[in-house]
C-alpha cells in the first residue's frame, strides 16, 4: 500500500468563501501550525482576481514569506492554486512547489467560476500544465463537480472520465475528482474511482470532498477503499466554493486524520497542532466551525472500549 498523503487546503479553499478577510499574519500562524503537524502539503492560497476573491489578495506575500528557509518545515510542499496563465506566472515567480488547477465537469459551474465553458477551460488548462512542468514545477489537475452540480445537478460519469482521459492524453497523471457541491455518495465515490482506475492503473488519484449534504467523511473512507492514496481536507471543516449555489465546508482535518489513525494509518501526523489552528480559526470568526475532533478530542489508544472489546 502506497502512503496516505495529507493535502491541507484550508489556508485557500477553507477561506476564500469567509466575508471577514483574515490578516496575512493569522494566515501564516494558521499555515505553520498546520505544517507543524506534519501533513504532506498545505494549501497556501490561489493567484485569482483579488476583485473576485478579496480573501486571495496577499497571497504572493504569504508564498514569498514561506520561500525563507527559517520560516518552512522540512518536507512540507506548499500548493497553490491557479486558473489562468496570468496567475500561473505568478505562482511559478513565487516558487510554489505543487502548482494545482483544474476544469469543472459541469459546464455551468465552469462559467461561474471561471467565465469559460468545461471546453474551452481544458483547452486552456492543458498548455499551462505543461508550461509549469517545463518550468520544473509538478502539477496536480483536477475535475471540479465531478460527482454532481448544485445548477445541473447529476454529472454523467462519462463526462467525468472524457475530462480525466483528456488530461492522460496530454501525458498528466496527477488527478483529483472534486465534489464541489458535496452530492457524492460512497457508492458513487467507489465506482467512479475504479472506472478512472480501469483505464489508468498508475494515475496517481487524489479526491477533495464537501460535507454540504454530511458525507465528506464517509466518501474518504469510501475513496480509501477504491485505492485512493491523497486526501484533501481543510482544518475545522472550513470552505466551499463561493460559485456553486449550495456551499459546504470541506471535509475537516482533523476529523480525517483521525479516522485514519482509528484504522492504523498515519500516526505520524500530530493531531494537537491541527486542533489548536481549528480553535483558533473558530475564535477568530466568532462562530463553531463544523469540524467535530477539535471540539470532542481524540479517542485515547487503549481506550476502555477497546480492551473490553
Known amino acids: 500500500m502506497k502512503r496516505l498523503l495529507i493535502h491541507e487546503v484550508g489556508p485557500r479553499d477553507g477561506i476564500q468563501i469567509e466575508k471577514q ?40 506575500a504569504i508564498f514569498n514569506y514561506f520561500r525563507s528557509s527559517h520560516h518552512r518545515r522540512e518536507g512540507v510542499l506548499l500548493s497553490g492554486l491557479v486558473l489562468n496563465e496570468k496567475g500561473l506566472e505568478r505562482a511559478i515567480s513565487c516558487g510554489v512547489e505543487l502548482i494545482c488547477m483544474g476544469v469543472s465537469a459541469s459546464d455551468t459551474h465552469s462559467r461561474k467560476n471561471t467565465g469559460m465553458g468545461t471546453d474551452e477551460a481544458i483547452a486552456r488548462i492543458i498548455p499551462m500544465a505543461r508550461q509549469a512542468i517545463a518550468a520544473g514545477r509538478p502539477v496536480q489537475l483536477s475535475v471540479q463537480s465531478a460527482f454532481g452540480c448544485g445548477f445541473e445537478g447529476e454529472v454523467p460519469r462519462a463526462r467525468v472520465i472524457s475530462i480525466v482521459e483528456r488530461y492522460l492524453e496530454a501525458g498528466l497523471t496527477t488527478i483529483s475528482l472534486a465534489d464541489t457541491a458535496g452530492h457524492a455518495n460512497p ?26 449534504y454530511g458525507m465528506a467523511l464517509a466518501n474518504c473512507f469510501a475513496a480509501l477503499e477504491a485505492g485512493v492514496t491523497a486526501f484533501e481536507s481543510a482544518f475545522a471543516g472550513l470552505g466551499g466554493c463561493p460559485f456553486t449555489k449550495l456551499s459546504g465546508g470541506n471535509v475537516a482535518t482533523e476529523d480525517l486524520v483521525h479516522m485514519l489513525q482509528r484504522a492504523g494509518i498515519r500516526h505520524d501526523i500530530g493531531l494537537d497542532p491541527i486542533i489548536v489552528a481549528a480553535k483558533a480559526a473558530e475564535a477568530f470568526f466568532g462562530r463553531q466551525l463544523p469540524g467535530v475532533i477539535h471540539r470532542t478530542g481524540a479517542i485515547p489508544a487503549g481506550s476502555p472500549a477497546e480492551i473490553e472489546n
Not at 32 to 59: C, H, R, W, Y
Open 21 to 60: 478577510v483574515v490578516p496575512i499574519e493569522t494566515k501564516i500562524g494558521w499555515i505553520e501550525m498546520l505544517m507543524a503537524s506534519g501533513v504532506d502539503i498545505v494549501q497556501a492560497g490561489s493567484f485569482v482576481n483579488p476583485a473576485k476573491v478579496p480573501q486571495m489578495a496577499d497571497t504572493d
Open 187 to 212: 457508492r458513487q465515490v467507489t465506482e467512479l474511482y475504479e472506472a478512472m482506475y480501469t483505464i489508468a492503473p498508475d494515475v496517481e488519484a487524489s479526491c477533495h470532498f464537501h460535507d454540504t
